[in-house]
T-cell receptor, first 113, second 112 residues
Framework: QKEVEQDPGPLSVPEGAIVSLNCTYS??????FMWYRQYSRKGPELLMY????GNKEDGRFTAQVDKSSKYISLFIRDSQPSDSATYLC?????????????FGSGTQLTVLP | DSGVTQTPKHLITATGQRVTLRCSPR?????VYWYQQSLDQGLQFLIQ???????AKGNILERFSAQQFPDLHSELNLSSLELGDSALYFC???????????FGPGTRLTVT
């Protein structure tokens, strides 16, 4: 079983829709969670990170972590065609200096104009 | 632009060869991470260096090695290349006492 599971999609929505992207994880030691956006053949771009449980909002993006169910989500409001990309979730252990990221497989999102 | 640079952008080489990928972290970042992204395995952590010292190892093959130099740039060396090593190789850097990792544009390696 992979430590971070993510539905690969593809997910296709109309412009303006609310998008929900989800991941589950199995490593209870994860305390930090990241969401990256990756356009085709480009480097992953950090969108948001959250610590432990709770919500964090940044513009049209909201990241949510539920540690009790080991579930993390990213919501995109008023989705735009420019949001079309692969979205990667990742978990990280907070102790120590390593803090390497364990990624899900990514969800491919297409926002149709 | 994340501030992390990687060279070369593309590399095409033959099986059995050796290549070196280069990464320069963001100014002030002491940690450099290397990741491999392939279609079947996704984005996987290979190795991390902090201020010149190896700090963590992931799924890195023995044929692969890395180092971080005093100016904090890092190199990933891949030897005895196999077709299955064809992938995107990313480096990322992180500032001290932070959790956010910023990725470079990657090097696309094709082994023929």
């Amino acid at each position: 079983q992979k430590e971070v599971e993510q539905d690969p999609g593809p997910l296709s929505v109309p412009e303006g829709a609310i998008v929900s992207l989800n991941c589950t994880y199995s490593n209870s030691a994860f305390q930090y969670f990241m969401w990256y956006r990756q356009y085709s053949r480009k480097g992953p771009e950090l969108l948001m990170y959250t610590y432990s449980s709770g919500n964090k909002e940044d513009g049209r993006f909201t990241a949510q972590v539920d540690k009790s169910s080991k579930y993390i989500s990213l919501f995109i409001r008023d989705s735009q065609p420019s949001d079309s990309a692969t979205y990667l979730c990742a978990g990280s252990i907070s102790s120590g200096s390593a803090r390497q990221l364990t990624f899900g497989s990514g969800t491919q999102l297409t926002v149709l104009p | 632009d994340s501030g992390v640079t990687q060279t070369p952008k593309h590399l095409i080489t033959a099986t059995g060869q050796r290549v070196t990928l280069r990464c320069s972290p963001r100014s002030g970042d002491l940690s450099v991470y290397w990741y491999q992204q392939s279609l079947d395995q996704g984005l996987q952590f290979l190795i991390q260096y902090y201020n010149g010292e190896e700090r963590a190892k992931g799924n890195i093959l023995e044929r692969f090695s890395a180092q971080q130099f005093p100016d904090l740039h890092s190199e990933l060396n891949l030897s005895s290349l196999e077709l299955g090593d064809s992938a995107l190789y990313f480096c990322a850097s992180r500032a001290p006492d932070s959790y956010e990792q910023y990725f470079g544009p990657g090097t696309r390696l094709t082994v023929t």
